[in-house]
């Protein structure tokens, strides 16, 4: 829960790198909210108004963590846009998350592997 509450509380920086961990800790969590919004305005059979406030609401901090994490493979933030290809943009994008950042330092920052908070 804290690898969320730490995107969320990076909500729009754009700069610096994000750990696999980070980004993936995220991606679980956002899943799981997705699925418990779902399966209740399903059950009680409301439009699905709670799960687009939070897609709207999550949708910044996702771009933030996912250019951070191309940030740590030593990619541009720009690469995110590969992900309008259809089919074949989603899983390039897919294996620029899975790839291990660049250890040490990169154009974009220290290694948050190796940084102290």
Not at 16 to 40: C, D, H, P, Q, T
Not at 61 to 69: H, N, W, Y
């Amino acid at each position: 829960m804290n690898w969320y509450l730490e995107v969320l509380k990076k909500y729009a920086v754009f700069n610096g790198r994000a750990r696999r961990k980070e980004y993936w800790m995220f991606f679980l969590f956002n899943l799981i909210i997705a699925f418990v919004l779902g399966s209740i305005e399903g059950i009680v059979g409301s439009p699905a108004i709670v799960s687009t406030l939070y897609g709207l609401f999550i949708l910044i901090p996702g771009l933030a963590v996912t250019v951070r994490r191309l940030h740590d493979t030593g990619r541009s933030g720009w690469w995110v846009l590969v992900s309008l290809v259809p089919f074949f943009g989603a899983i390039i994008l897919l294996i620029f998350m899975v790839l291990d950042g660049h250890s040490g330092e990169n154009q974009y920052g220290m290694n948050p592997k190796t940084e102290t908070i």
